[in-house]
C-alpha cells in the first residue's frame, strides 16, 4: 500500500512545481531542530530511511497510480517530470543528500541534513521529498536524544551514589515501548534509535531495524521476565508458587529473571513472599531476581521496595555511603518513568540511602510515542536557489514568530572553539572541513556505517560545552 515514492508526500507538493520562479534550476534546503526541549540533539535514523525508502527506483506502475490518485484528489500531476526520472534517471531520484555522520551530538539549531536537486529541469524534486525526509530524520533523532538525555541523567546518579556506573549504565533504561508505539515502524526506528545508547529492549523489530539498516548482528538484549498474566493465572492463594516456578523455570547461576510482584500486595510479596519463603531458593539459585512494581508512585514505591528487599536479603554500604543490595536481588521500575519523572524517582532512591546501582527502569510510551516534531523544533526550509545559474538566498522571516525565522544561502557545518560546532554558509568555509558530508547520489549510497561505528560517536558525546 505505501511503496509507490511518488505518494510519499503531502498532497499540496503536487502543486509545487507550478509555483516556482522562471528560469529557477537548483533548490537546495536543509533540515534542522530549531529549538525546544533539549540543548543538545543526537542525530540518527538517515541511513535507514535512505536504505528503505530511496534504494528502490520508481516504476511506470508508480507513475500511472499517482497520476490516477491526484487527478482524481483534485491536484495537478506532473506526469512529464516524473517520466523524465524514469527515462533519464532509471527511476532513481536525481538528488544529492548531504549529513551530518549519525551519532554525532550537536547543539540544537545545527543543520543536520542539506538536500538539492541533480538534474535541473528537476528543481521541483527537492521540497517534493520535504514529508518524506523530514519525518525519517526528526522521529529517530528525537527519541535517540531523549534516550541519550536520559542517559546523562542516570549516569550522574550512578557516579554520584556508586562505583560501577561504566559497567551497568547500558542495561539502566530498558525499552518497553512496542506495544504503545503507533505503528511497527515506528517501533523499530524509536526502538532502534534508543539502542544507539543502550542495549536493553523488548522491541523486538528494533533488532530487525539495526540488522537490516545497520547491520548490527544483535544490538540489544533482554531476560526473562514475567507479567500479570503468568502471575495471576495461579491465583491469589498461588502467588508464592508462581515465583517459585519463575525461580525454578529460570533461577541458574548467573543468569537474571524479571518478575512482577505487585498483582496483589507488592508489601507482602516482597517481605514474606520473597523475604521469607522464598529467600533461601533465591539466594541458593545463582541468579539475580529483579523485582518490578508496578503501581503506585514510584517516588514512594521504589523505596519502599529497596528498604524491605534490604531488610529481607542484606547488602552492604558502598564507599560513597550509599546501601546497596546484595547481588541476588534488584529492582526494575518501569511504571510512570519518563524524561519527567526520572530524576524525581533517582533522587528519591538517593535520599533513601540507596546506590542507583540498584535499580533499573523501563519506558514505554513516554520513550517511543510522547515525542513529536515539535520536541525539537524539527523542520526543513528551503534557504538557496539557482535561477539562470544565479544562486539567491532563500529565507523566511515572520514578524510574528523570530523563531520560524530560516537560515540563508548554501549551508556547512565545521568544529568550532573546544568541542561546539557551528552552522554556518558554506562560501564561509575557508577551507575547514564541512561536516555535512554527501551520503546519498543520484540513487547511490555513498556512506554505510555500521551500528557500532554510531554508537561509539555518541558514547564520545556531549560535544556541547
Given at each position: 500500500?505505501?511503496?509507490n ?69 483534485g ?5 512529464a ?19 551530518l ?53 542516570l549516569?550522574r546518579?550512578?557516579q554520584?551514589?556508586g562505583?560501577?556506573?561504566?559497567a ?28 544507539v545508547?543502550f ?21 540489544g ?21 508462581a ?8 533461577g ?57 528487599l ?12 550509599y ?19 526520572l ?27 510522547k ?21 539567491h ?7 510574528t ?7 540563508r ?57
Amino acid at each position: 500500500m505505501f511503496s509507490n515514492p511518488i505518494l510519499n508526500t503531502d498532497s499540496y507538493k503536487a502543486s509545487h512545481y507550478l509555483q516556482y520562479p522562471p528560469g529557477t534550476e537548483v533548490v537546495s534546503s536543509y533540515i534542522e531542530p530549531r529549538g525546544g526541549r533539549f540543548r543538545e540533539t543526537l542525530f540518527f535514523g538517515l541511513q535507514a530511511f535512505l536504505k528503505e525508502a530511496l534504494a528502490h527506483p520508481l516504476v511506470q506502475a508508480d507513475i500511472d497510480e499517482a497520476e490516477a490518485l491526484f487527478s482524481a484528489h483534485g491536484e495537478p500531476f506532473n506526469r512529464a517530470g516524473w517520466e523524465r526520472i524514469l527515462q533519464q534517471h532509471g527511476g532513481c531520484l536525481p538528488l544529492e543528500i548531504s549529513a551530518l555522520p549519525e551519532g554525532l551530538v550537536v547543539p540544537t539549531g545545527t543543520a543536520l541534513v542539506q538536500v538539492h536537486n541533480t538534474d535541473p529541469q528537476l528543481f521541483w524534486l527537492t521540497g517534493y521529498l520535504e514529508t518524506a525526509l523530514l519525518r525519517a530524520v526528526w522521529y529517530p533523532s528525537t527519541v535517540a536524544t531523549l534516550s541519550w538525555q536520559m542517559k546523562q541523567v542516570l549516569h550522574r546518579y550512578l557516579q554520584e551514589t556508586g562505583t560501577q556506573s561504566g559497567a551497568q549504565l547500558q542495561f539502566k533504561l530498558h525499552d518497553f515501548g512496542a506495544r504503545g508505539a503507533s505503528s511497527r515502524e515506528s517501533a523499530a526506528l524509536g526502538g532502534m534509535a534508543h539502542l544507539v545508547s543502550f542495549a536493553g529492549t523488548d522491541t523486538v523489530s528494533a533488532l530487525l531495524a539495526a540488522r537490516r539498516y545497520y547491520g548490527a548482528d544483535m544490538a540489544g538484549f533482554s531476560i526473562p521476565a514475567a507479567e500479570h498474566a503468568t502471575i495471576t493465572s495461579w491465583g491469589r492463594a498461588g502467588e508464592v508458587d508462581a515465583y517459585a516456578n519463575m525461580l525454578a523455570q529460570f533461577g541458574k547461576p548467573g543468569a537474571v529473571l524479571a518478575v512482577v510482584s505487585d498483582s496483589y500486595d507488592i508489601g507482602h510479596a516482597v517481605s514474606h513472599l520473597w523475604g521469607e519463603r522464598l529467600r533461601r531458593q533465591v539466594q541458593e539459585s545463582g541468579a539475580t531476581l529483579v523485582v518490578r512494581p508496578d503501581s503506585g508512585a514510584p517516588v514512594q514505591i521504589v523505596p519502599e521496595v529497596l528498604e524491605r528487599l534490604y531488610a529481607a536479603f542484606g547488602g552492604h554500604v558502598n564507599t560513597r555511603g550509599y546501601r546497596v543490595l546484595s547481588d541476588c536481588v534488584r529492582v526494575i521500575q518501569g511504571d510512570g518513568v519518563d524524561v519527567n519523572t526520572l530524576p524525581l524517582i533517582l533522587e528519591s532512591i538517593r535520599q533513601a540511602g540507596f546506590a542507583t546501582e540498584n535499580v533499573a527502569f523501563g519506558m514505554g510510551a513516554g520513550l517511543l510515542q510522547k515525542v513529536d516534531r515539535d520536541t525539537l523544533g524539527f523542520a526543513m526550509k528551503a534557504s538557496a536557489i539557482r535561477i539562470d545559474g544565479q544562486w539567491h538566498d532563500v529565507y523566511k522571516q515572520p514578524v510574528t514568530d523570530p523563531g520560524k525565522t530560516s537560515r540563508r544561502g548554501r549551508l556547512a557545518v565545521v568544529r568550532g572553539a573546544g568541542r561546539r560546532v557551528d552552522t554556518l554558509r558554506a562560501d564561509a568555509l575557508g577551507g575547514r572541513e564541512n561536516l555535512l558530508r554527501p551520503v546519498y547520489r543520484n540513487g547511490e549510497l555513498l556512506v554505510d556505517e555500521d551500528f557500532d561505528r554510531i554508537r561509539e560517536r555518541a558514547a564520545r558525546a556531549p560535544m556541547c560545552p
